[in-house]
């Protein structure tokens, strides 16, 4: 079998190339390990800015789709200190900057905006070798493959495709956080609803912080986030959600307890989300036939735009693709040139610093003064 272009993952950045090529005229197939598009939890809120994300959103020519499920008034911010004060707020204003979505609609809109069919799912990738001329063979856990003249690889953190390109992998940053779910809140958790408040929420210090938003449907969504060995996470038993809880909470003993509820009080088991990356600059040289984008390319802790940046090289992607389709070629170089600047401009910027849990600079007020800087 061989197809014009093989995405591997269906995650938002690989949906975006998918749905730019297709407004091009470019036929894609895209082969997905879940079994389903509703298979597995697809994660919180997003905020998609103006400066990158919703660009991709209009290159895919979604735009009115994607203000469909905006959901209102969830660019509130509000940063508090550790003993509960509320040190900086701001409304949502509607200017539509950062709009928040969740992540899971998102996706969605980006699938039903494909041909029937594109995504090809329950295709578990097990490895991916070189033919020659710039062709690949993708083997798939049921013992299938597929060969193709363009690989793309958009499969995360822990890419099949990518060492094809890079020796790199992944290793851990030093954080994780462990993310728990309060539902109802308004009615069932009073405090804990006021104390998010309409949008998103962040109590940082050096090492620890809380990270909550008000999702859809009265739902509070918290990430509690520790600077600690992976071995400091093994010793707790996350299979006892009671006592996991507990102990997580016992590291905040002398933060509010309206902070604290947020973790104690939870309505779900406490889900642990360690974080990882790969080098901040990570390149490679130009191999015939096949790229990467989004984590594939340049995983990083969370730092409020890999959603964004992988949306957007998915829309570069497409658009160089269809600019230059008698020089595949020269269209992934220029792509991946600027795809890799990009990348590790945000990975080593300022900001990016400021939004490590293990930094110094995670304060409340240095958060605050980047916001004060943005002019958010």
């Given at each position: 079998?061989?197809?014009?272009?093989?995405?591997?993952?269906?995650?938002?950045?690989?949906?975006?190339?998918?749905?730019?090529?297709?407004?091009?005229?470019?036929?894609?197939?895209?082969?997905?390990?879940?079994?389903?598009?509703?298979?597995?939890?697809?994660?919180?809120?997003?905020?998609?800015?103006?400066?990158?994300?919703?660009?991709?959103?209009?290159?895919?020519?979604?735009?009115?789709?994607?203000?469909?499920?905006?959901?209102?008034?969830?660019?509130?911010?509000?940063?508090?200190?550790?003993?509960?004060?509320?040190?900086?707020?701001?409304?949502?204003?509607?200017?539509g900057?950062?709009?928040?979505?969740?992540?899971?609609?998102l996706r969605?809109?980006?699938?039903?905006?494909?041909?029937?069919?594109?995504?090809r799912?329950?295709?578990?990738?097990?490895?991916?070798?070189?033919?020659?001329d710039g062709?690949?063979?993708?083997?798939?856990?049921?013992?299938?493959?597929a060969?193709?003249?363009?690989?793309?690889?958009?499969?995360?953190?822990?890419?099949?495709?990518?060492?094809?390109?890079?020796?790199?992998?992944?290793?851990?940053?030093?954080?994780?956080?462990?993310?728990?779910?309060?539902?109802?809140?308004?009615?069932?958790?009073?405090v804990?609803?006021?104390?998010?408040?309409g949008?998103?929420?962040?109590?940082?210090?050096?090492?620890?912080?809380?990270?909550?938003?008000?999702e859809?449907?009265?739902?509070?969504?918290?990430?509690?986030?520790?600077?600690?060995?992976?071995d400091?996470?093994?010793?707790?038993?996350?299979?006892d959600?009671?006592?996991?809880?507990?102990?997580?909470?016992?590291?905040?003993a002398?933060?509010?307890?309206?902070?604290?509820?947020?973790?104690?009080?939870?309505?779900?088991?406490?889900?642990?989300?360690?974080?990882?990356?790969?080098p901040?600059?990570?390149?490679?040289?130009?191999?015939?036939?096949?790229?990467?984008?989004?984590?594939?390319?340049?995983?990083?802790?969370?730092?409020?735009e890999?959603?964004?940046?992988?949306?957007?090289d998915?829309?570069?992607?497409g658009?160089?693709?269809?600019?230059?389709?008698?020089?595949?070629?020269?269209?992934?170089?220029?792509?991946?040139?600027?795809?890799l600047?990009?990348?590790?401009?945000?990975?080593?910027?300022?900001?990016?610093?400021?939004?490590?849990?293990?930094?110094?600079?995670?304060?409340?007020?240095?958060?605050?003064?980047?916001?004060?800087?943005?002019?958010?």
């Amino acid at each position: 079998m061989t197809t014009p272009v093989t995405i591997i993952g269906a995650g938002l950045g690989g949906l975006t190339l998918a749905r730019v090529l297709h407004v091009h005229g470019i036929p894609a197939t895209v082969h997905e390990a879940d079994p389903s598009p509703s298979a597995r939890a697809q994660g919180g809120m997003l905020d998609i800015h103006d400066y990158n994300g919703q660009l991709a959103v209009e290159a895919a020519g979604l735009m009115d789709a994607f203000r469909a499920i905006v959901l209102d008034g969830r660019q509130a911010m509000r940063v508090l200190d550790r003993d509960g004060t509320v040190l900086f707020e701001e409304a949502d204003d509607g200017t539509g900057g950062r709009p928040e979505v969740m992540r899971g609609e998102l996706r969605r809109m980006l699938i039903d905006s494909l041909p029937a069919g594109t995504v090809r799912w329950g295709d578990k990738v097990t490895g991916a070798r070189s033919l020659g001329d710039g062709r690949h063979e993708v083997a798939f856990a049921d013992g299938s493959t597929a060969v193709t003249g363009l690989l793309v690889g958009a499969d995360g953190a822990w890419s099949r495709v990518r060492p094809l390109l890079s020796a790199a992998t992944p290793e851990y940053a030093g954080t994780s956080v462990v993310e728990t779910y309060l539902h109802d809140a308004d009615t069932r958790h009073p405090v804990a609803a006021k104390t998010v408040g309409g949008g998103s929420m962040i109590a940082p210090s050096p090492g620890r912080q809380f990270f909550a938003h008000r999702e859809s449907g009265d739902t509070l969504h918290i990430y509690v986030a520790l600077a600690e060995p992976l071995d400091w996470f093994a010793a707790i038993d996350f299979t006892d959600p009671a006592a996991a809880t507990a102990r997580v909470a016992a590291e905040f003993a002398d933060w509010a307890p309206e902070l604290t509820a947020l973790i104690t009080d939870t309505d779900t088991a406490p889900v642990l989300r360690p974080h990882y990356a790969l080098p901040a600059e990570h390149r490679w040289d130009r191999v015939p036939g096949v790229t990467l984008l989004g984590d594939a390319a340049h995983l990083t802790v969370p730092n409020g735009e890999g959603a964004n940046l992988a949306m957007l090289d998915g829309a570069d992607l497409g658009r160089a693709i269809a600019a230059r389709p008698d020089d595949i070629e020269a269209a992934l170089t220029e792509y991946e040139q600027v795809m890799l600047a990009r990348s590790a401009d945000v990975a080593t910027s300022e900001d990016a610093a400021i939004h490590r849990i293990d930094s110094q600079d995670n304060t409340a007020h240095g958060l605050i003064d980047m916001f004060t800087e943005e002019g958010r």
